[in-house]
């Protein structure tokens, strides 16, 4: 099984901020990588796909990059709205989908 | 408007069964492969099962693997997912969603295939206590 491991698991910081999280695989996924936001009590939202490409309708302060085993999602300058739990997922292995842990991003 | 509605949830007691339904609208859903995914409480979210469009190729993760059962019915824009033998540890919120894919051209004609999910349920709860 392909494992995900996010760093951090959370993190403070302030509205304008540039905000980096980084993705992890245990093996080579190539580009395989998606990332999802996630808001109290609601359903994940598709952000990026394919590792860099942006989801239509989603801000371009939204970026991912990366390739092989290591992934980043930057929020250029973080808004009110961008305060969730963010999700990593490869679909490198499409018979065994998996998510990373999630990253806590709260207000500082 | 695509959507994506899930039911079926309950409480329901250790070893019993329960079959959760998602209901598609606003798009070709026999074109698409989809996905359940879960949630624990106050947890991350896990994958639990995908079926294919035409329900020719079918996946589970190993935590689920020979108690739910995947299914499909393209004619009622329905999917559905067969949950026996539950446990404690199968209480979340269970999500339908939808695999997307985009192509992406490569060198000497060859096309790479991009899965996510992109289109998401509002989810429904599962509690299995006694």
Excluded: H
Excluded at chain 1, 82 to 98: G, K, P
Excluded at chain 2, 60 to 86: C, E, H, P, W
Aim: with cysteine; charged share 15%.
């Amino acid at each position: 099984d392909i494992q995900m491991t996010q760093s951090p698991s959370s993190l403070s910081a302030s509205v304008g901020d540039r905000v980096t999280i980084t993705c992890r695989a245990s093996q080579s996924i190539s580009s395989y990588l998606n990332w999802y936001q996630q808001k109290p009590g609601k359903a994940p939202k598709l952000l990026i796909y394919a590792a860099s490409s942006l989801q239509s309708g989603v801000p371009s302060r939204f970026s991912g990059s990366g390739s092989g085993t290591d992934f980043t999602l930057t929020i250029s300058s973080l808004q009110p709205e961008d305060f969730a739990t963010y999700y990593c997922q490869q679909s490198y292995s499409t018979s065994m989908y998996t998510f990373g842990q999630g990253t806590k991003l709260e207000i500082k | 408007e695509v959507q994506l509605v899930e039911s079926g949830g309950g409480l329901v007691k250790p070893g019993g069964s329960l079959r959760l339904s998602c209901a598609a609208s606003g798009f070709t859903f026999s074109s698409y492969s989809m996905n359940w995914v879960r949630q624990a409480p106050g947890k991350g979210l896990e994958w639990v099962s995908s079926i294919s469009s035409s329900s020719s190729y079918i996946y589970y993760a190993d935590s689920v693997k020979g108690r739910f059962t995947i299914s499909r019915d393209n004619a009622k824009n329905s999917l559905y997912l067969q949950m026996n033998s539950l446990r404690a540890e199968d209480t979340a919120v269970y999500y339908c969603a939808r695999d997307q894919r985009a192509a992406r051209p490569a060198a000497e004609g060859v096309i790479y295939y991009y899965y996510y999910m992109d289109v998401w349920g509002k989810g429904t709860t599962v509690t299995v206590s006694s």
